[in-house]
């Protein structure tokens, strides 16, 4: 069965502060990681990564996969209250298609 | 472009009851997705249509649940009867073509079955 197991399950920060996101997945077929934003309402898209090792980087989040390790991490630096959600890990496990298996999410608290 | 968009936002209903959901996803986006949120177990993929067709139901928990594509501009969710293990939220999610994963949610419908 396709997992993927975020960690950690929670996490509370003082602003300013640089947290890292952890992502590791066990799938049959890969294609592709994306992360995902849910504050109080739908999930908003951040990045997606198909290669190894290419940072995806966007303000003050950025990004990296490691298909040998089958993980990925979220870094977000000089944390603000705003950043505070819940941040889901998905992977896409379909050659043809964009089915996704998300993980459990990592609730992120910043605290002013 | 509205973004994808879902009603009821929020639904409270009583069990066995039958409750319909409904999505209308991005104009032009080829595949529309159904997705349960709960604490217990995180965002799960119910269904997924490719062009108007059911791809993948295996998510689907239960012959209670159905869902239909007439259009490409239109999609519902039903459930009957409702129990109230079905309280959730519901994500209807479009995306375009293969080469693409990034999926666009709705604002998503609060389900409570009493």
């Known amino acids: 069965e396709d997992k993927v197991v975020q960690s950690p399950l929670s996490l509370v920060v003082h602003e300013g502060d640089t947290v890292t996101l952890n992502c590791s997945y066990e799938?049959?077929?890969?294609?592709?990681l994306l992360w995902y934003k849910q504050e109080k309402k739908a999930p908003t898209f951040l990045f997606m990564l198909t290669s190894s090792g290419i940072e995806k980087k966007s303000g003050r989040l950025s990004s990296i996969l490691d298909k040998k390790e089958l993980f990925s991490i979220l870094n977000i630096t000089a944390t603000q209250t705003g950043d505070s959600a819940v941040y889901l890990c998905?992977?896409?496990?379909?050659?043809?298609?964009?089915?996704?298996?998300f993980g459990a999410g990592t609730i992120l608290r910043v605290k002013s | 472009d509205a973004g994808v968009i879902q009603s009821p936002r929020h639904e409270v209903t009583e069990m066995g009851q039958e409750v319909t959901l409904r999505c209308k996803p991005i104009?032009?986006?080829?595949?529309l997705f159904w997705y349960r949120q709960t604490m217990m177990r995180g965002l799960e993929l119910l269904i997924y249509?490719?062009?108007?067709?059911?791809?993948?139901d295996s998510g689907m928990p239960e012959d209670r649940f159905s869902a239909k594509m007439p259009n490409a501009s239109f999609s519902t969710l039903k459930i009957q009867p409702s129990e109230p293990r079905d309280s959730a939220v519901y994500f209807c999610a479009s995306s375009f073509g293969t080469h693409s994963n990034e999926q666009f949610f709705g604002p998503g419908t609060r389900l409570t079955v009493l």
């Open positions: 249509f490719n062009n108007n067709v059911p791809i993948d």
């Open positions: 799938v049959t077929n890969f294609r592709s």
């Open positions: 998905a992977v896409c496990t379909v050659e043809y298609g964009n089915k996704l298996v």
């Open positions: 104009s032009g986006h080829d595949y």
